[in-house]
């Protein structure tokens, strides 16, 4: 089975612009959340999806949302950066009606914001 | 709501030295409790998992961690590592009715292994 794939794995984009980050889960994993890494903040969680619905979220401004589609294909979204928006963003998949008890976490996107 | 301290944000080894990674945790539900690995420029890796039963719990890698209840802890520990072992550690809950996706993460403890 292919692990959780996140494209693309770096970015460099410029302050005031718009970013959209791409998840794609284990193959038949419906839940998927997105995690911010920065050396300031560590990891903290941004919000998780299930079955396309938003099920919990983080404490983040609304700069930051996210959507899931029907194959459990995940997007985050940030509008509007801020230099301190430069982290490593992670995803994460789950699905405990596989009988899974751990979340699986993709390799991450790098995000700079100059 | 639950929180997370890694009590060392370093903790240097030389090789083939035992090790132990201290994790304490605040919740007023019951928690999962797990420990994860990031090497440089990686996603995160899964140690090994306490979800309920016995409190000792034996991961990959030749690491383990006890379950402590009364001390809401959750170390890890390893006999002799390597220096390969050199990475940063997060120990991380999340609640038990909350599922295993949504998770509240420690600091991290960068474990530098010598030779």
């Known amino acids: 089975k292919a692990g959780v794939t996140q494209t693309p794995r770096y970015l460099i984009k410029t302050r005031g612009q718009q970013v959209t980050l791409s998840c794609s889960p284990i193959s038949g994993h419906r839940s998927v959340s997105w995690y911010q890494q920065t050396p300031g903040q560590g990891l903290q969680f941004l919000f998780e999806y299930f079955s396309e619905t938003q099920r919990n979220k983080g404490n983040f401004p609304g700069r930051f949302s996210g959507r899931q589609f029907s194959n459990s294909r995940s997007e985050m979204n940030v509008s509007t950066l801020e230099l301190g928006d430069s982290a490593l963003y992670l995803c994460?998949?789950?699905?405990?009606?596989?009988?899974?008890?751990?979340?699986?976490f993709g390799q991450g996107t790098r995000l700079t914001v100059v | 709501a639950q929180s997370v301290t890694q009590l060392d944000s370093q903790v240097p080894v030389f090789e083939e030295a035992p090790v132990e990674l201290r994790c304490n945790y605040s919740?007023?539900?019951?928690?999962?409790l797990f420990w994860y690995v990031q090497y440089p420029n990686q996603g995160l890796q899964l140690l090994l998992k306490?979800?309920?039963?016995?409190?000792l719990v034996k991961g990959i890698n030749g690491f383990e961690a006890e379950f402590n209840k009364s001390q809401t802890s959750f170390h890890l520990r390893k006999p002799s590592v390597h220096i390969s072992d050199t990475a940063e550690y997060f120990c991380a809950v999340s609640a038990a009715s909350g599922g295993y996706n949504k998770l509240i993460f420690g600091a991290g403890t960068r474990l530098a292994v010598h030779p």
């Open positions: 306490y979800l309920s039963g016995s409190t």
């Open positions: 994460a998949s789950n699905d405990p009606g596989q009988g899974n008890t751990e979340a699986f």
């Open positions: 919740s007023s539900v019951s928690v999962y």
